[in-house]
């Protein structure tokens, strides 16, 4: 078995040599900088595509439990679009076919439709999680908001979202770790995040064992950092007296 | 002028007919009692009071106001028409004290100390002043629903709506939550009550309307009713629920 070699993110991506303190700093970069530059790629990537799922698959969700016919075949066919087509091919149809066809879409970076494929896509997810979360509090709960005299958007204000979205943390947990998962197609259209970094620095310097754990392990402290994060928010949002609640 | 005046409502759903020509009226400052078998739309005669269910056929009005008029406003007229549940339905992430005044700080415009004030009024009025700080999930069922009714009278509404307010309780908790109902009844609140508590329509309901397979059967005085019920279905109802 190979030694490992951990001097290797010490070495400069240009000539190979290794740099006292491993960063590179003016003008050099060494596989570390490049590897820190890479999580941040992956980072920025997954958050912004988790705001915009949140943003529109609650959208779509709430729509679909809405008593207008429209609404709902909307919200419907929104989530069953981008749920089943294979989040790859939903990326190479950002990059490659959308522009094509919307013209003022061509010039706009790359990351920003990764992160548009990413989000529509988990978004639809989202939309189902937070669908099943009102459908779960039954009609009862509504019909009270009603009967106060809150309007339709106000009874989902005040009464149906807070519950609904207590309710559905457990899911959202894990679709905000896919996500940063997920994040790693991003690779196919070039952008530099972990997963292309991985197959790149393990090419130029045959370390394959070092760069691979090293980014294994940035993916874990990513996902691992936003369950705790849903955990802290879950257990904030808990409601006395209800089960799984304090007293 | 009745407060609530139902003329001829019709309900389906789909082929099915809930709801046959439901003709009734409440006055002012009266108590009318629904009973019927399981499934003869008492709930859904109701909700058709304040629009929580739409009907195809008929209309009715409350205080006037065309409850079937699509012009109407629903979440205007409902602010004025209390209603209880069955099963509760306070608002479980908020605490006594919000489920107490958030309808009336968004809906009626009342500051936050005005509707906190008002609405720890309302609670030590049911006898909960202790739980003002407590979330629904740590009361009893019984204390729920007095809350519920504390809610609904919040809102200084101009008449209340019951569906089966204790038919979701253990019976030890029955009667305090009627105790609060024969309280309201007899200080002149305008009510319709879904109940098969035939105590509570003795005591104080003036009129009881039968229902049966969506039709009204019976829509007599208190006494008449309880005295000789006219439809075969009333009087066997009432001896089944009465020999209970
Ligand atoms: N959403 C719905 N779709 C179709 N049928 C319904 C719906 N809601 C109620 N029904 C039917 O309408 C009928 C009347 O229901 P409703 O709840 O008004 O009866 P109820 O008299 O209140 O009965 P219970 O004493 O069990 O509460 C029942 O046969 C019920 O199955
Ligand atoms: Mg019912």
């Given at each position: 078995m190979a030694t490992w070699d951990w001097q290797v993110f010490c070495k400069d991506t240009i000539d190979g040599k290794i740099v006292p303190g491993c960063f590179g700093g003016s003008g050099d970069t060494t596989y570390l900088d490049w590897l820190l530059s890479a999580w941040g790629w992956t980072l920025s990537v997954s958050l912004l595509a988790l705001l915009v799922a949140l943003a529109l698959g609650a959208l779509m969700g709430i729509l679909r439990t809405t008593p207008h016919r429209g609404l709902v075949l909307l919200g419907n066919a929104w989530t069953e679009l981008f749920r089943n087509i294979p989040l790859l091919v939903q990326i190479f149809l950002w990059?490659?076919?959308?522009?094509a066809l919307i013209p003022p879409l061509r010039g706009v970076p790359s990351f920003i439709l990764v992160v548009l494929g990413l989000g529509l896509f988990t978004s639809a997810r989202i939309s189902e999680q937070v669908r099943a979360g009102i459908q779960?509090?039954?009609?009862?709960?509504?019909?009270?908001?009603?009967?106060?005299?809150?309007?339709?958007?106000?009874?989902?204000?005040?009464?149906?979202?807070?519950?609904?979205?207590?309710?559905?943390?457990?899911?959202?947990?894990?679709?905000?770790?896919?996500?940063?998962?997920?994040?790693?197609?991003?690779?196919?259209?070039?952008?530099?995040?972990?997963?292309?970094?991985?197959?790149?620095a393990q090419e130029e310097t045959s370390r394959g064992i070092e760069v691979y754990l090293?980014?294994?392990?940035?993916?874990f402290?990513?996902?691992?950092?936003?369950?705790?994060?849903?955990?802290?928010?879950?257990?904030?949002?808990?409601?006395?007296?209800?089960?799984?609640?304090?007293t | 002028m009745p407060m609530i005046e139902m003329k001829n409502v019709s309900k389906w759903y789909g082929e099915f007919r809930v709801l046959t020509e439901c003709t009734t009226q409440v006055e002012k400052g009266e108590v009318i009692v629904v009973c019927g078998p399981s499934g003869?739309?008492?709930?859904?005669?109701?909700?058709?009071?304040?629009?929580?269910?739409?009907?195809?056929?008929?209309?009715?009005?409350?205080?006037?106001?065309?409850?079937?008029?699509?012009?109407?406003?629903?979440?205007?007229?409902?602010?004025?028409?209390?209603?209880?549940?069955q099963h509760f339905e306070l608002f479980p992430h908020m605490t006594i004290t919000e489920n107490l005044?958030?309808?009336?700080?968004?809906?009626?415009?009342?500051?936050?100390?005005?509707?906190?004030?008002?609405?720890?009024?309302?609670?030590?009025?049911?006898?909960?002043?202790?739980?003002?700080?407590?979330?629904?999930?740590?009361?009893?069922?019984?204390?729920?629903?007095?809350?519920?009714?504390?809610?609904?009278?919040?809102m200084d509404?101009?008449?209340?709506?019951?569906?089966?307010?204790?038919?979701?309780?253990?019976?030890?908790?029955?009667?305090?939550?009627?105790?609060?109902?024969?309280?309201?009844?007899?200080?002149?609140?305008?009510?319709m009550v879904v109940t098969h508590e035939m105590g509570f329509a003795h005591k104080v309901a003036h009129r009881v309307v039968f229902m049966d397979q969506g039709k009204i059967v019976e829509d007599d005085k208190k006494d008449a009713f309880f005295g000789s019920p006219r439809s075969e279905r009333a009087q066997q109802f009432l001896s089944k629920i009465l020999h209970h």
């Open positions: 990059y490659h076919v959308v522009p779960s509090l039954a009609g009862g709960q509504r019909m009270a908001g009603l009967a106060m005299g809150f309007t339709l958007p106000q009874t989902y204000r005040y009464v149906l979202l807070p519950m609904a979205f207590r309710i559905i943390i457990p899911p959202l947990t894990s679709e905000s770790m896919n996500i940063i998962k997920n994040s790693s197609v991003a690779f196919a259209v070039s952008i530099s995040e972990l997963t292309l970094f991985a197959l790149q090293a980014v294994t392990g940035l993916y402290i990513s996902a691992f950092a936003i369950n705790r994060a849903m955990l802290f928010v879950e257990n904030r949002m808990r409601v006395p007296g209800m089960i799984g609640g304090g | 003869s739309g008492k709930s859904t005669l109701i909700k058709c009071v304040n629009g929580l269910e739409l009907f195809q056929q008929g209309d009715i009005l409350v205080n006037g106001i065309s409850v079937g008029d699509t012009k109407t406003n629903l979440p205007k007229l409902r602010a004025r028409v209390g209603m209880v549940f005044s958030i309808a009336q700080i968004k809906v009626l415009g009342r500051s936050k100390d005005e509707a906190t004030e008002r609405g720890l009024k309302l609670l030590e009025r049911v006898g909960l002043k202790e739980q003002a700080a407590k979330h629904p999930g740590q009361l009893s069922g019984g204390q729920q629903q007095r809350v519920a009714i504390a809610r609904a009278l919040s509404p101009i008449c209340m709506l019951f569906d089966e307010p204790t038919s979701a309780l253990d019976p030890e908790m029955i009667n305090e939550v009627l105790d609060v109902m024969v309280e309201l009844a007899q200080e002149g609140m305008t009510m």
